[in-house]
């Protein structure tokens, strides 16, 4: 997380950490299974989104920004190796019980943000709620599924 740090408050050591575990990390990994696939003729892959990027409530720049990047790596490769036969669809999930803390390390993120999240947050998911969405896409049953945005946010997003 970036505790919610907006841009004038993002230093790069920062910014490189959450790029470095959110986009180059995901792109590493892609890029060393995307051989394999294509030599299988199949495969599917789920990127781990964020509400953060759909919009821009809900987190600060950097992670915002860097789960916004998790988007357009997963459009773009679906739109690259779908005719292989690949599927690349990304997981949007909102809250979520984890071990992640979001601290509020900006005041002016926690004026700002503070009160939007606090109306408009769902009950946070669990892991196997999570899990849920994943497989589906993953599976045979999402077999028609490529470049999608799976929001799993308890219809946070909706609002």
């Known amino acids: 997380m970036d505790n919610f740090a907006p841009i004038h408050e993002v230093d790069d050591e920062l910014w490189e950490r959450v790029f470095r575990i959110n986009v180059t990390s995901l792109m590493r990994l892609t890029r060393a299974v995307v051989p394999l696939m294509l030599e299988a003729g199949f495969g599917s892959v789920v990127n781990a989104a964020s509400e953060a990027g759909l919009r821009g409530s809900t987190a600060g720049a950097a992670y915002t920004a860097s789960k916004h990047a998790v ?11 779908g005719p292989k036969g690949l599927r690349f669809n990304a997981v949007a999930p909102g809250p979520t019980i984890t071990n992640i803390v979001a601290n509020w390390g900006s005041q002016l993120a926690a004026e700002r943000l503070g009160p939007l999240i606090q109306a408009t947050v769902p009950t946070p998911a669990t892991a196997a709620q999570l899990a849920a969405s994943i497989t589906f896409l ?3 049953d999402g077999i028609n599924v490529n470049g999608a945005f799976l929001a799993s946010d308890g219809g946070w997003s909706a609002l």
């Open 138 to 140: 993953l599976s045979d």
């Open 71 to 81: 988007v357009g790596l997963t459009k773009n490769s679906a739109v690259m190796y």
